[in-house]
């Protein structure tokens, strides 16, 4: 069975931490590209396809819960999976709240990143078909055919 690979957006304002995992995340079969700050992340968003953002939650400037949230109001579907490196879950918590799919406490257990990674994917996948199955009637609908 081919593998498609996930397009995943990491941010992190460390970047030898962003270098060093994506190098991971693209030997094991999945397209990374890095993010440095929240803005960046919004920036790269706008303009490219992004199926799972994986996102730092301390960072300076623009947080990861502020990140988040503008993530979810202009890229609903795009699911976000948390990272602190400060035992902070009551932080993580509430970024699953603004819907973040999950989170993982730094540093993250490379087999539990890709389970969290897997699932966010399919978790997408079954949104853009319901939406695809939603377009496709609504054209029926439109055309007499139902």
Do not use: W
């Amino acid at each position: 069975m081919i593998k498609i690979p996930t397009n995943i957006l990491l941010v992190d304002d460390e970047k030898d931490f962003v270098e060093i995992l994506a190098m991971r995340l693209e030997e094991a079969g999945e397209k990374v590209t890095p993010a440095y700050d929240g803005q960046m992340c919004l920036d790269i968003l706008d303009k490219k396809p992004i199926d799972v953002v994986i996102l730092d939650i301390k960072m300076p400037g623009m947080d990861g819960i502020n990140t988040l949230h503008k993530i979810k109001i202009m890229h609903p579907l795009v699911e976000v999976i948390l990272l602190t490196g400060h035992g902070s879950t009551e932080t993580a918590i509430e970024g699953m709240k603004l819907g973040a799919f999950d989170y993982l406490l730094k540093p993250a257990d490379f087999d539990d990143l890709k389970a969290k990674l897997s699932g966010a994917r399919k978790k997408k996948e079954e949104q853009d078909e319901r939406i695809r199955k939603a377009e496709v009637r609504q054209l029926l609908r439109r055309g007499g055919n139902i």
